[in-house]
Nanobody
Framework: QVQLVESGGDLVQPGGSLRLSCAAS????????IGWFRQAPGKEREGISC????????YYVDGVKGRFSVSRDNAKNTFYLQMNSLKPDDTAVYYC?????????????????WGQGTQVTVSS
């Protein structure tokens, strides 16, 4: 059973940076898509980035491209979301999720495993 545990959420000022971690365990397939999603109050959950475990290919939605970056540490089975130039609109609960196979988009139904979420608040 795949388990994902996020950490790193915090209160940060606009323009600041934060790095979220997603520690994974229980992988049995060679390739997983690790998606990063967020859900702001009163809004639907949205996918913002994805990284493929086997080849490290990364993908971003336009709203975070150039500000956010994803990476992996295969030895630790941990994935990271580095967030720079944060804006108040980035305030949300952030989730990592895993689905078998390569990154193919952000349909939540393609991701079978989800972490518990971590709160990111961007405010002065």
């Amino acid at each position: 059973q795949v388990q994902l545990v996020e950490s790193g959420g915090d209160l940060v000022q606009p323009g600041g940076s934060l790095r979220l971690s997603c520690a994974a365990s229980g992988f049995t397939f060679r390739t997983y898509a690790i998606g990063w999603f967020r859900q702001a109050p009163g809004k639907e959950r949205e996918g913002i980035s994805c990284i493929t475990t086997s080849d490290g290919a990364t993908y971003y939605v336009d709203g975070v491209k150039g500000r956010f970056s994803v990476s992996r540490d295969n030895a630790k089975n941990t994935f990271y979301l580095q967030m720079n130039s944060l804006k108040p609109d980035d305030t949300a609960v952030y989730y990592c999720a895993a689905g078998v196979g390569y990154c193919q988009g952000y349909d939540p139904y393609d991701y079978s495993y989800w972490g518990q979420g971590t709160q990111v608040t961007v405010s002065s």
